[in-house]
């Protein structure tokens, strides 16, 4: 190992130059040392300068490229002197001396220029040899380092000052507020407030489930109000009870993001009265509207649903009543801009109406007849509306148009309007009317086409096309071949 490690010169040397280069002359060696340096400086042993070469012309302009006759160490900034002082006194003709960062005042109003020096003795001529890197692209990049460090603390302390701020604004509100994971559905934080609400130890509270703190009847509203949480971008007013002292409560929430995770903010109002302003009575019928099969909704003076039971969801096929609230009630009910407008204007006028027949619209497309009754609901303010939707299934002679059936009576025609565009309904009629009179004649005939042309009064060429528009029969191949009679 000792004998592998002696092949090599020592660090910054050639073993035998004279061997390897010959005799090199001053033009190629002032050459060769111009084109492995940014900046070669020719000085004599007191440091003035003799020559002077650059390998960049922007270089030169920077640093001002006047130097020759001047001393080295008045080129350079005050506090980079004597830096200079110690690489003239170190520079020997054994070895170059170690590299320093000196800086040069800028020629053009700049910031310094650094530049990064070693120095060798020339022995013969007792000439110094100085040779520097330019370091700006480094000072640059250093610079842009310490700049970015410096944002990245200013931007540190402007948000811890503003978790500051909030965190307290979120401890001393007076409102209950609550953040809850909404993937897993369990407490991330309450402040005292909420923990007061809930009766419980704000301690305990965090990562348990946000279900746990209501009443088993508002169970199902909650998973609701979480479910319509996620979709919506806020959800209001949702009545609900604690679980340990039965407090009546309005819960409203929106969604936030938080370490790549959803989070609810929850905000928690107690309804005036509490729970005991409500009697049994009225709280069993409140459930038995929910839970029952017929549709119900409320409707409010401007028409839009204020509240709706899972059977009216089902039929206007929206997943959670969050989805519906504040929804205009004809986006579901009524043929468009008829039934709605002649439902309402009856129920303001005699403060209820009964077997109104119409047809809900389902968000996936689909239509139902639905039989409506309601009642008008008059308030201190605006009055609003209730609703029950029945569906009236299918019935015998409602078939509409389209099958092989006719509509037998007027009232069978009147149902369909409203239902059926008039046009549609009068060429779809005229054009069941037409094909069941051709089919006949065919049938009359025995399929002798000429005959039953003729019996329709038609020419045959008629009879052909609207035998090709309805495809009826087949054709063959010449549709002009005389039928014999």
């Not at 007076?174 to 609400?197: F, G, K, W």
């Not at 037409?434 to 000429?450: F, G, H, S, Y």
């Amino acid at each position: 190992m000792s004998d592998r490690s002696s092949a090599f010169p020592p660090k910054g040397r050639f073993s035998d130059a004279k061997e390897h280069l010959g005799a090199v002359d001053a033009v190629t060696a002032g050459a060769l040392i111009a084109a492995s340096a940014d900046v070669s400086i020719v000085m004599d042993k007191e440091g003035a300068v003799l020559d002077v070469a650059f390998a960049e012309p922007g270089l030169a302009k920077e640093v001002g490229g006047a130097w020759v006759g001047r001393r080295w160490v008045d080129l350079v900034t005050s506090e980079t002197r004597p830096k200079v002082d110690d690489l003239l006194g170190e520079a020997n003709v054994t070895q170059p001396t170690r590299w320093r960062q000196v800086n040069h005042p800028s020629a053009i109003g700049g910031a310094d220029v650094p530049v990064r020096y070693c120095a060798i003795r020339v022995e013969t001529e007792q000439r110094v040899v100085a040779v520097g890197r330019d370091m700006r692209a480094l000072a640059a990049l250093q610079q842009r380092l310490a700049d970015a460090q410096q944002d990245m603390e200013r931007e540190y302390a402007r948000i811890r000052d503003a978790e500051k701020r909030y965190r307290l604004l979120f401890q001393l509100s007076a409102e209950p507020v609550a953040i809850i994971d909404a993937n897993t559905q369990r407490i991330v934080e309450v402040n005292p407030a909420a923990a007061t609400l809930f009766g419980v130890d704000p301690r305990r509270i965090p990562g348990s489930p946000f279900v746990d703190l209501f009443d088993a009847r508002s169970k199902q509203a909650i998973q609701s109000f979480v479910a319509a949480a996620r979709l919506a971008p806020r959800v209001d007013n949702v009545m609900v009870e604690t679980a340990q002292q039965g407090t009546r409560v309005l819960i409203s929430g929106s969604l936030f993001r938080q370490d790549s995770a959803a989070h609810l903010l929850v905000l928690f109002s107690r309804v005036e009265g509490g729970a005991g302003a409500r009697t049994e009575q009225e709280s069993n019928l409140l459930q038995m509207v929910v839970a029952m099969p017929e549709a119900f909704v409320v409707v409010s003076g401007d028409l839009r649903v204020a509240s709706a039971n899972a059977a009216f969801l089902d039929l206007a096929q929206v997943g959670v009543e969050a989805q519906a609230r504040g929804e205009k009630i004809e986006r579901w009910l009524g043929r468009p801009s008829i039934d709605v407008g002649i439902l309402f204007a009856n129920l303001r006028a005699h403060g209820a109406v009964r077997h109104f027949s119409t047809i809900m619209r389902g968000e996936l497309g689909s239509t139902e007849d639905v039989e409506v009754a309601g009642v008008l609901l008059p308030g201190a303010g605006e009055p609003s509306y209730g609703l029950t939707v029945r569906a009236v299934g299918w019935r015998p002679g409602s078939e509409r148009l389209g099958g092989r059936e006719l509509p037998r009576t007027v009232e069978h025609f009147i149902d369909l309007v409203g239902r059926v565009p008039l046009k549609n309904l009068v060429r779809e009629t005229t054009d069941l009317i037409e094909r069941l009179c051709i089919e006949a004649a065919l049938e009359l005939t025995n399929d002798n086409r000429a005959a039953a042309a003729e019996m329709l009064g038609l020419s045959r060429q008629g009879f052909y096309a609207k035998l090709r528009r309805y495809g009826l029969g087949d054709l063959g191949d010449d549709d002009n071949s005389d039928d014999e009679v």
